[in-house]
């Protein structure tokens, strides 16, 4: 369990980082930790995907403990996709996604215990900093964009509309 000193910081951090994705013309939601939410989180919507579907960006800090977090803070930036993996196809989304987090710069895509499928990335910041502006900005106009580059590739073969095979065959 995290001292309070360092939720504090961390809802201060997310705080600002509110300020920034404000700035920037995006709709966001501070939630403090609570009994059903153990971390502070930070949510964003981003523009509609291909299909006008709303997008959510979730923010948090992930837990170190004490020496770890006397150095650095670990943003976690998260996503799911705003369509559903069918039934049966979860082995088939496994190897594409291995297929592609082999080609992706930063973060990985994965399907969570709940069958979601998303795109994460931890952000690495010095605990003596915050964030700069430009840099979170770059950093997110990035993490879009990983999203919006495979999502439809990504879909095709959550629905069943194409194998993960001939999805792996078209990237290359």
Do not use: W
């Amino acid at each position: 369990m995290l001292p309070d000193k360092i939720h504090a910081r961390h809802f201060a951090q997310l705080g600002y980082l509110q300020e920034i994705l404000d700035g920037s013309g995006l709709a966001t939601n501070l939630l403090e930790k609570s009994e059903a939410i153990p971390l502070h989180v930070l949510i964003a919507g981003f523009q509609a995907d291909s299909k006008g579907r709303d997008r959510f960006l979730h923010f948090s800090f992930l837990p170190l403990n004490d020496e770890e977090v006397e150095a650095i803070q670990l943003l976690q930036m998260y996503s799911t996709f705003p369509f559903q993996l069918q039934a049966g196809r979860r082995q088939e989304l496994a190897a594409l996604f291995l297929e592609i987090n082999t080609r992706l710069p930063i973060g990985h895509f994965g399907i969570n215990d709940q069958d979601e499928l998303h795109y994460r990335y931890v952000y690495s910041i010095s605990a003596a900093k915050s964030f700069e502006r430009d840099e979170v900005l770059e950093t997110l106009s990035f993490f879009i964009y990983m999203c919006d580059m495979f999502a439809d590739a990504v879909e095709a073969a959550a629905s069943g509309e194409a194998s993960a095979e001939q999805v792996i065959q078209s990237l290359r």
